[in-house]
């Protein structure tokens, strides 16, 4: 009967080692895919503030062109008025 206890005993401290060993490599699975995930969306962020940038970037020199292009024709039609 002890024995039959004894060997209960280790069955169910072997089983619940299996068993916090699955709980661990499962844990230590989804972390993995946790992170995998979370660098992934850092990634895209980057992604799109890089275009944003650049985007930006391109309007702003769009803007500074066409402020140049407006400048010089005020400037051409200053110097027409002076000639006058």
Do not use: C, P
Request: aromatic content about 4%; proline content about 0%; hydrophobic content about 40%.
């Amino acid at each position: 009967m002890i024995k039959d206890m004894q060997l209960n005993q280790v069955l169910l401290i072997k089983t619940m080692e299996e068993s916090h060993a699955q709980a661990i490599k499962s844990m230590e699975v989804n972390h993995s895919n946790q992170m995998a995930s979370f660098q992934n969306r850092l990634l895209t962020m980057e992604e799109k503030q890089v275009q944003l940038i650049n985007t930006m970037e391109t309007k702003h020199a769009k803007k500074i062109s066409v402020m140049k292009s407006n400048q010089f024709t005020f400037q051409n039609r200053l110097d027409g008025m002076e000639i006058l």
